[in-house]
């Protein structure tokens, strides 16, 4: 069975966390599907910003929301072992109740980078932590030998006063193989920022399964304003942009090349983030650079032409990357005048 199309944001944990809940009360009101928390590493606080804990927030989240599907996109089982992965779901799943809760793997190289944990061996260890999550949340005794992490765990006693459903599992993927491991193991694959309906349609080839591709999609909207509505969707690609020229070089090449985007075409961009922060990166963007990543910014209409067009190529989970002012009246905007479009078509 096809995965049902579904639009959501991607947050970034980097900001005060009444902050983060405010926002994602205004997205359970505004109708959005999903919240799914991004990471903010050590690149982030080195500018300005401090990193807090996806597990720990979406727990919080879960309580302040009554529809909204909060999701990890992603965590990295080279930081949690996956038992301990299954507990901190564990929490949230009670915390959220039946059917609102996602749980996203990824490799996260920019952290194992940071934290000198850099290994070229990802596909065993992401099959390893996939396998004992479920392992561990089926309920069943469990045990498993695997390359990189073992388990061994009792079962659930009938007794525990516990959620016992296995959250549906995604795997972030941006290499072919990677990619193509997400088709065969989990329920979703996850892309990275900068994702263009290019890109998507590079997934679908790889990972081949019919399962559920949520695109990471730089975006911002205004009612009226086309040039403000992109200008925040300017600010987050600048900041991405950089981050992809000073950190991880390589495995973004494919990316970058759907886009049409060459790696040093980023380096006034990345060195203007070093200077002055993510406003100075802001003002390096220049209209065909943002233009080649394909955000979902402008009026309500330019929007839904450029969902529209991720939908065509193989999208099925839009995760909207907002950013700018007045993000709540953005995430507003975008239930009143965008949401509704796709509603009526399903």
Aim: glycine residues 8%.
């Amino acid at each position: 069975m096809a995965p049902p199309f579904r639009i959501g944001v991607m947050q970034l944990t980097m900001e005060p966390l009444e902050e983060m809940l405010e926002s994602a009360r205004v997205m359970d009101r505004a109708g959005m599907d999903t919240i799914w928390l991004a990471e903010a590493y050590p690149w982030w606080r080195k500018h300005g910003m401090e990193a807090r804990s996806s597990t720990v927030v979406s727990a919080l989240m879960a309580r302040e929301t009554s529809e909204l599907t909060i999701g990890w996109g992603i965590i990295s089982p080279f930081t949690r072992h996956p038992v301990q992965v299954a507990m901190d779901a564990r929490v949230v799943q009670e915390a959220a109740g039946p059917g609102r809760f996602l749980l996203g793997f990824g490799t996260s190289k920019i952290f194992l980078n940071n934290i000198r944990a850099q290994t070229s061996k990802t596909l065993g260890p992401m099959r390893d932590a996939v396998a004992i999550v479920r392992g561990v949340l089926g309920g069943e005794p469990f045990e498993y030998e695997g390359d990189t992490w073992s388990a061994s765990v009792p079962g659930l006693s009938a007794e525990a006063q516990t959620p016992r459903d296995i959250p549906p599992v995604y795997v972030a993927a941006t290499a072919p193989k990677m990619q193509a491991l997400a088709g065969e193991i989990a329920d979703g694959c996850l892309t990275p920022s900068i994702t263009t309906p290019a890109f998507v349609r590079y997934t679908r080839e790889n990972v081949i399964a019919d399962i559920d591709i949520g695109c990471t999609v730089v975006a911002s909207i205004d009612d009226s304003d086309r040039d403000a509505g992109r200008d925040g969707a300017r600010e987050i690609a600048g900041m991405y942009l950089a981050n992809k020229f000073q950190n991880i070089r390589g495995s973004a090449d494919t990316l970058l090349e759907l886009a049409e985007i060459e790696m040093e075409e980023l380096a006034p961009v990345a060195e203007a983030m070093e200077r002055g922060g993510r406003l100075a990166a802001k003002a390096e963007v220049s209209d065909s650079l943002l233009d080649r990543c394909k955000a979902i910014a402008g009026t309500p209409a330019d929007c839904i032409a450029a969902i529209e067009e991720y939908r065509e190529a193989g999208c099925t989970h839009v995760m909207l990357e907002l950013w700018g002012d007045r993000r709540h009246d953005q995430i507003r905007l975008f239930g009143e005048k965008v949401l509704p479009h796709f509603r009526r078509e399903s």
